[in-house]
């Protein structure tokens, strides 16, 4: 049985439900699951390297960069989450997660 609800925001931060968002994380429920448990037990870096490692087969994944770039910030990683903000902009111009993420790097 699944722990995320299907009615809660999307990971994303799209505003959207979770079922309902149209960025691929509701494909991929298990990992999310995986991802926000080790955020939530405070083992960024372990999260940090899931991410990292699904990146690569996903590289047009919004959520995940959404939850780096949220991991970079509570790591204080600047420079990284640069990156990452930039990437995930670029993906989702119009999403509000991203728009939040360009004003913390400029």
Known sequence: ??????????????????????????????????ILRLMDGDQDLSALDRINGHLPKLPNAA???????????????????????????KLKPDNPMALVFCWNWR
């Open 63 to 89: 959520w995940l960069y959404a939850l780096k770039g949220k991991i970079l910030l509570r790591l204080g990683e600047q420079t990284s989450f640069v990156e990452v903000a930039q990437r995930f902009h």
């Open 1 to 34: 049985m699944s722990s995320i609800d299907q009615y809660m925001p999307c990971v994303c931060g799209s505003g959207k439900k979770f079922k309902f968002c149209k960025c691929g994380a509701n494909q991929h429920v298990a990992e999310v699951e995986k």
